[in-house]
């Protein structure tokens, strides 16, 4: 059973840091595709950012580009978010994602953690 375990949430001020992680587990995920939402109060999720099996190739919301860097350890079965530069409109449930590269529907997700972005 594939489980997808988030944590790093928290509160921080505008302006700081937060690094996300996401532990993996239930079967190898180096075929897979990796990814992070987010949920804010009253808003749809929207996608973050997402990082294929091999790493090489990376793509990001139009919100988050030169802020927030995905990156994984396909040894360690993980994959992380570090945020910079956080604005109060960061705030969210973050989630973790992940599909296999032929898919296009993400089909395990995570439980979620908080940010929470203080002005």
């Known amino acids: 059973q594939v489980q997808l375990v988030e944590s790093g949430g928290g509160l921080v001020q505008a302006g700081g840091s937060l690094r996300l992680s996401c532990a993996a587990s239930?079967?190898?995920?180096?075929?897979?595709?990796m990814a992070w939402f987010r949920q804010a109060p009253g808003k749809e999720r929207e996608f973050v950012a997402r990082?294929?099996?091999?790493?090489?190739?990376?793509r990001y919301a139009d919100s988050v580009k030169g802020r927030f860097t995905i990156s994984r350890d396909n040894g360690k079965n993980t994959v992380s978010l570090q945020m910079v530069r956080l604005k109060p409109e960061d705030t969210a449930v973050y989630y973790c994602?992940?599909?296999?590269?032929?898919?296009?529907?993400?089909?395990?997700w995570g439980q979620g953690t908080q940010v929470t972005v203080s002005s």
């Open positions: 994602a992940s599909r296999e590269a032929h898919n296009a529907q993400y089909e395990h």
């Open positions: 990082i294929t099996w091999s790493g090489d190739s990376t």
């Open positions: 239930g079967r190898s995920f180096s075929n897979y595709v």
